[in-house]
């Protein structure tokens, strides 16, 4: 089977005059039959990595979306955090092949939702 997963995007803006609209759909082949779905908890004093279990193959796309009242930041190396989710947030990533995502809570502890698919 194919384009098992689907994806929709509506993005409208208008501030001061300006106004922008955007639609995007995109079907998406997965290899894995069982995606994993977890709410995990980030702390502010150390970095985590995704819990994802062992028996996931190849991640390919996550899904994070933001439960706390604080940002989370996360990025593909130690220290480095490209990215930030504001509370309420969420995000649609692809993760490269045996690449880890590390995350860490700006101020207090959070709760982060995420969905991983094999692609």
Known sequence: MANE???SLSLS???GGATYNKS???SID???DSPQYGVQE???AAVEDLDLHEDMGTIGLVLLH???DTDIRYGRITGVYNFKLLPGEFSLVR???G???FLISTTSANLLEFVAFEV
Do not use: C, E, M, Y
């Open 5 to 7: 997963l689907n994806i």
């Open 95 to 97: 993760v490269d092949t």
């Open 42 to 44: 980030i702390d502010n």
């Open 13 to 15: 803006f208008s501030k």
């Open 66 to 68: 933001n439960l706390g």
């Open 24 to 26: 995007l759909n995109q």
């Open 30 to 32: 997965i290899a894995g």
């Open 99 to 101: 690449a880890d995502l």
